[in-house]
Nanobody, 123 residues
């Protein structure tokens, strides 16, 4: 079992920055693909970013150049650095984990999820 807990959300003005954290438990954490997803009111949950155990990263087109995913395996923690935030980034952000490789963008392939943290960007 892998358990995930997000933190770091809050209210920020457009153009500002936040850093989200996801603390994980599990013996094989370093071998997992870690992903960030988000869900705005009235919309389906969508892929934001993912990082492989190798360190390779992947991003949705809407956040490229503004959001950066990273991980610290020694601390069992994944981060999402969010810069140049826009009102359309407002959503509940979830971290998720899956074993091995492939389908990093597909939320249906992730068996482990955190509870979510709210990010609100004011205009």
């Amino acid at each position: 079992q892998v358990q995930l807990v997000e933190s770091g959300g809050g209210l920020v003005q457009a153009g500002g920055s936040l850093r989200l954290s996801c603390a994980a438990s599990g013996r094989t954490f370093s071998n997992y693909i870690m992903g960030w997803f988000r869900q705005a009111p009235g919309k389906e949950r969508e892929f934001v970013a993912a990082i492989y155990w190798s360190g390779s990263t992947y991003y949705a087109d809407s956040v490229k150049g503004r959001l950066t995913i990273s991980r610290d395996n020694a601390k069992n923690t994944v981060y999402l650095q969010m810069n140049s935030l826009k009102p359309e980034d407002t959503a509940v952000y979830y971290c998720a984990a899956k074993i091995l490789t492939g389908s990093y963008y597909d939320k249906t392939k992730y068996p482990y999820w955190g509870q979510g943290t709210q990010v609100t960007v004011s205009s």
